[in-house]
């Protein structure tokens, strides 16, 4: 039959329409990446990093969960594991209930087809009263789905925390390591997402199994009761046929969630990295009207993140589309063909146990039908959603690869087993950065525990990335020593007091010194830690810890000249964001402070007085070093030589001398230095003098420069 005018008319303008779209679409398209083409054609190193190929459901992905599940429920005590449990029975709960309804309903139905008033009302009582269990365990579920979630993400979070605040994780993390680059997105959203996906899985995959075993259990007996029906051995046969050829379908065709999300999650967390360096350096970036650089930077990480996420949005489309194809409509079908079997096959007729009579068994069919129906739709149902949570496990398994990563780098680290390239997997930058100094890859440096003394034996200063700063120092340090470090930039002061605290390792050599809680650094940029003044000034230790009463701490403020402080910024108790509200000098003071309060044995000051006047920096030297302390200080300030009683210095081209300093040789030295390099600075203008002068007397000057 020929299509009418009016289809034709309608065929012709939904194409119309649909072309119209789509151009609408390609051209918006085009725009979109015309508008993106400077930030999509820079890509950033950090982008260039490759996740491993191996993230998806397999067997690294189970051992990798085994792993931390054994975290989540370290006991059979824990409370995780009771609530795991609570969780359980809901979920068991549930799908008895939903059986115990399904034949219910069925029984409604019968009723209802007999005309049996006082049945009906019976079993319409009953399940209402059912229905009141049934809906306090169905957000029980949701209930205990959620606290389940918390008390793996409270256990997760406590571990992971451990590990980075243990031995210096979180400093060698970033400064000697290089495989996590983001590690606050790991602590906190990739705990969370990890924590949720997984309890919301367990939930989305028990009660389907448990519905699809009691379901089967269900018919089966059923089934068993209709013996006349025929057909009966094929449907199960059948069923499972066709559910696992689905399943090879999808997962033949399902793109590879897990790594897709894990790289989504890398990429956010790169984002986020940027907006704290912004927020860190907010004064820097305004001084500098530095906030084009900065949007480009930062909306090149969001394309970079918004390119990931239209990536999964697309492939999420094809793969739903195709999972929705087979579970909706070819299970449909298929499902009405494996009903129509037992219910056109099975013979009923002559079941006269109605007691209203009911010949025919119509209202024992029509019982038969219901429940049936109600339960393989909720066995169908069941099946699917184990089925569709393939892609969810595909999820679970980037998180899982993620928050593994992270514990694993973590308890590396903790072990001084360091990764400089991601990329290059199995490759250990220790044995290259030996290979850089001709060292024995297998010999490690020593560190000896002193009493008091910092001795160091052949001892290379190298960095972790493995340059060489120092091929070998030896000198000896002893408490009535008051050193002054000085050297070029770059020539490896702050690092030498990177090795003595035992920030970095040791290749080679030895290191004889005391435990570390004798030395105390101030750095350039004291960092200032949330809380009142007299925190600042106890830190690292905390009130309620220690008693210190309120004349101590002015008596410290007073060594530092801060005792103003108290009164402008409202008395000791008070909460202050003190690394806006003080100068950059007072700053200093504040940290220098602390060395009042901790006494170590060795103050290691790394330019800890460059914002501070001359005179008030010689008063707090002079006060720290009536009290005994050993002073080891990295300076390029002439004024401080006084203070100090032996010179330790760095050449830059990796020479280095150690001596007693000599203040008035070096006075001497330094000025008769500054008189020949301002007698240097003038020979290119009498140069240029003498080249004119010659030009006017006719001279020739190459010959005479020859
Ligand atoms: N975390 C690190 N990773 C790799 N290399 C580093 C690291 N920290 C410092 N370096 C390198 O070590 C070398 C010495 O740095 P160091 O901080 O010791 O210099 P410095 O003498 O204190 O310089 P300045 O006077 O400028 O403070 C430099 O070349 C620096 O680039």
């Known amino acids: 039959m020929a299509p009418s005018r009016r289809t034709k008319i309608f065929i012709f303008s939904s194409s119309f329409a649909l072309i119209i779209y789509l151009i609408r679409r390609y051209r918006r398209y085009l725009r979109l990446k015309k508008s993106f083409k400077l930030v999509q054609s820079q890509k950033t190193s950090l982008m260039s990093i490759t996740l491993p190929s191996s993230i998806g459901i397999n067997k690294r992905f189970f051992n990798q969960l085994l792993v931390i599940i054994k975290i989540l429920i370290p006991r059979l005590r824990s409370d995780s594991f009771v609530l795991f449990i609570t969780h359980l029975t809901a979920l068991i709960s549930r799908t008895f209930l939903s059986v115990y309804i399904a034949r219910l309903d069925g029984a409604i139905v019968k009723s209802l087809v007999q005309r049996n008033p006082r049945d009906f009302i019976r079993t319409i009582s009953i399940f209402l009263t059912v229905a009141i269990p049934a809906s306090f365990i169905n957000s029980f579920i949701k209930f205990a789905e959620s606290k389940l979630a918390l008390a793996f993400r409270s256990k997760l979070t406590r571990y992971a925390y451990d590990s980075y605040f243990r031995n210096q994780t979180y400093y060698r993390i970033s400064n000697l390591d290089t495989r996590l680059l983001t590690p606050d997105q790991n602590l906190t959203d990739d705990i969370e997402t990890f924590t949720t996906t997984l309890t919301h899985l367990f939930s989305h995959l028990t009660k389907p199994f448990f519905d699809i075993a009691v379901v089967s259990w269900t018919l089966v007996v059923m089934v068993l009761e209709k013996k006349r029906a025929r057909g009966l051995k094929e449907v199960p046969i059948l069923t499972i046929i066709v559910i696992f050829m689905t399943f090879l379908a999808l997962r033949k065709f399902s793109p ?245 605290r035992g920030l970095w390792p040791i290749y080679s050599g030895f290191l004889h010194r005391p435990n570390p809680s004798n030395f105390f ?102 006060r720290v070093k009536k009290l005994g302390i050993s002073l080891l200080t990295i300076t390029h300030r002439p004024s401080l030589w006084t203070y100090h009683t032996h010179l330790l210095q760095f050449n830059g081209d990796g020479q280095w001398t150690f001596e007693i300093l000599d203040r008035e040789k070096h006075l001497t030295l330094k000025g008769e230095k500054e008189r020949v390099e301002s007698q240097l600075a003038g020979v290119p203008e009498i140069q240029r003098r003498l080249d004119e002068l010659r030009q006017l007397l006719g001279e020739d000057i190459t010959d005479d420069q020859n």
């Open 256 to 500: 590879r969630f897990g790594k897709l999300v894990s790289e989504e999650a890398r990429r956010r967390g790169l984002l986020r990295l940027a907006h704290t360096r912004i927020i860190t350096n907010a004064e820097e970036i305004a001084f500098f009207d530095g906030h084009e650089v900065e949007k480009d930077w930062i909306l090149k990480l969001y394309c970079q993140l918004r390119e990931q996420t239209n990536l999964i949005i697309k492939k999420k489309l094809w793969f739903i589309m195709f999972e929705q194809f087979l579970m909706k409509y070819f299970w449909h079908s298929c499902g009405m063909v494996f009903i129509a079997i037992p219910i056109l096959t099975y013979d009923g007729s002559g079941e006269t146990d109605d007691p209203i009579g009911d010949p025919l068994g119509i209202s024992s069919r029509t019982e038969a039908f219901t429940v049936s129906k109600n339960l393989l739709s909720s066995g169908a149902d069941a099946v699917e959603r184990v089925i569709s949570s393939y892609k969810e496990i595909a999820q679970l398994a980037g998180y899982t690869n993620r928050v593994y990563t992270m514990l694993h780098v973590f308890e590396e680290c903790a072990h001084e087993r360091y990764q400089l390239r991601p990329m290059t997997v199995g490759e250990d930058s220790y044995i290259e950065a030996k290979r850089k100094v001709n060292l024995n890859p297998q010999g490690e440096g020593q560190i000896i525990e002193s009493d008091e003394d910092i001795i160091a034996e052949n001892l290379p200063i190298i960095t972790p990335n493995g340059d060489v700063i120092i091929e070998s120092l030896s000198l000896k340090i002893t408490p009535n020593m008051h050193v002054l470090i000085t050297g070029p930039n770059g020539c490896g002061k702050s690092s030498f007091f990177r090795i003595v």
């Open 521 to 622: 650094l101030i750095p350039q940029r004291p960092y200032m830690c949330p809380g009142t003044l007299r925190d600042q000034i106890i830190y690292p230790h905390r009130m309620g810890q220690v008693r210190i009463d309120d004349n101590h701490i002015m008596e410290i403020l007073n060594n530092v000249e801060l005792q103003y402080i108290v009164q402008r910024e409202g008395g000791l108790n008070v909460e202050r964001d003190w690394k806006d509200i003080l100068s950059g000098g007072e700053k200093q003071r504040l940290g220098l402070a602390r060395i009042f309060y901790h006494k170590p044995k060795y103050a290691l000051l790394d330019e800890c007085t460059s914002a501070v006047s001359i005179d008030v920096e010689g008063k707090i030297y002079e």
